[in-house]
Nanobody, 116 residues
C-alpha cells in the first residue's frame, strides 16, 4: 500500500520561503509520478506541481517561477521549495501520486499559512 507523509509547513510572512518534504512508502513508489497538491479553505484541491520519476516537472501557473519540485528516488522522498510566498498560497499541502485519479489515501497534509 502506497502512503505519503508530508511535513515542513508553517506560518510565514508574504515574500518568505518554506520547504515541504514528503516521505513515500510502498511498492514501486519510485516509479510513480508524484505531485504536490493544495487545498485552500472552501476550495477544491488543486495541483501545485508534479514530477515524474525521470525528473520532468509540471507547475500550476500560480506556482511557476516561485515553486520548485524535486525528488530523490533512492530515498522515496519529494520536496517542494516555495519562495516568494503570497497570502493566496495559504492552504493545506498534500503529497500523492500524479495524476490525482491514481492517488493513494490522502494523508493529513501540512498547513502553510502566509500572512503579515
Amino acid at each position: 500500500q502506497v502512503q505519503f507523509v508530508e511535513s515542513g509547513g508553517g506560518s510565514v510572512q508574504p515574500g518568505g520561503s518554506l520547504r515541504l518534504s514528503c516521505a513515500a512508502s510502498g511498492n514501486l513508489v519510485s516509479l510513480f509520478p508524484m505531485a504536490w497538491y493544495r487545498q485552500a479553505p472552501g476550495q477544491q484541491r488543486e495541483l501545485a506541481a508534479s514530477i515524474t520519476s525521470g525528473g520532468n516537472t509540471l507547475y500550476a501557473d500560480s506556482a511557476k517561477g516561485r515553486f520548485t519540485i524535486s525528488r530523490d528516488n533512492a530515498k522515496n522522498t519529494a520536496v517542494l521549495q516555495m519562495n516568494s510566498l503570497k497570502p493566496e498560497d495559504t492552504a493545506v499541502y498534500y503529497c500523492n501520486r500524479y495524476p490525482a485519479r491514481f492517488a493513494a489515501y490522502w494523508g493529513q497534509g501540512t498547513q502553510v499559512t502566509v500572512s503579515s
